[in-house]
């Protein structure tokens, strides 16, 4: 099933396996996706590409300066006829819901998303109203146009799973998407591999995937030095190590093992944990990105032993 889907997102994503493998690894482990590039690389249309493969309820959301928290959660409006409340739902209310430009809305409109993201539920009026399974946020940002936008709080980015970019494309995959994409969107021939209730059962194998007490304290001592080093103001959370576990526990479902290596740690330790460091001003001012500060913590950190592939 999870081929189908690959499949089905690599016709309109072509040559970039490894991020259509990122947003199926964090899809399976019931997480939220956050794509961050340049403008026109395709990360709008990785995300309703994968919306558009899975059979469920898909909302976007786009995001500008003047959208208000209630157009994300919904609101309630007074009827005339029945002299009530009623609850009008939001465009958080899907099963897929896709954030297009998510860091140019307010920060007040930002945090509209926490208790959704974190929660899996609406608060509004006193009144908490859950949302349905699968859940999954797929949210888009330029980080290079800073002009009418705002920077996406820490809270906000620890909430998404794992930070994916797209890049440019290869000369070849290139070439291909000129002809794909000369007469009509490859968007529109897309239909449904799977739908919501098998996307539920994936989930439920993903969780039983076994995590050996070595790969446990691998993570913990990985996501433990990035709060030890010098190098970096804010490290890894706790919630950033349950991410990391559920996020290899899916990559090793996929891999056809009901049981999670050291390699798929290291393979997702980047897109998971990258996002959520802060380095020091020390750091920045010596060119050291969050990435290569977090490269040389995984090299540093031991590899338990018989459990590398």
Known sequence: MVGRIRSNIERVIEGKPDVVSASLVVLMAEGHLLIEDV???????????????????VRRIQFTPDLLPSDVTGVSVF??????????????????????????????????????????????????????????????????????????????????????????????????MIGSHAGASPLDDLEPVTDAAEIRKLTSIVGQVHVSEAVQRYVVALTGATRRTDDLNLGASPRATLHLVRAAKAYAAMAGRDYVLPDDVLALARPVLAHR?????????????????????????????GARS
């Open 39 to 57: 403008p026109g690389v395709g990360k709008t249309m990785l995300s309703k590409a994968l919306a558009r493969s899975i059979d469920s309820t």
């Open 79 to 176: 009827n005339q006829d029945t002299r009530e409340f009623e609850f009008r739902p939001g465009g958080i209310f899907a099963n897929i819901v896709v954030g297009d430009e998510i860091n140019r809305a307010s920060p007040k409109t930002q945090s509209a998303l926490l208790e959704c993201m974190e929660e899996r539920q609406v608060t509004v009026d006193g009144t908490t109203y859950q949302l349905d399974t699968p859940f999954m946020v797929i949210a888009t940002q330029n980080p290079i146009e800073m002009e009418g936008t705002y920077a996406l709080p820490e809270a906000q980015r620890d909430r998404f799973m794992a930070r994916v970019s797209v890049g440019y494309p290869v000369e070849a995959a290139e070439i291909a």
């Open 277 to 305: 460091l802060l380095p020091s001003v020390e750091a920045s001012m010596s060119g050291r990105s969050t990435a290569t500060i977090l490269d040389g913590l995984l090299a540093s950190v031991p590899v338990p032993d």
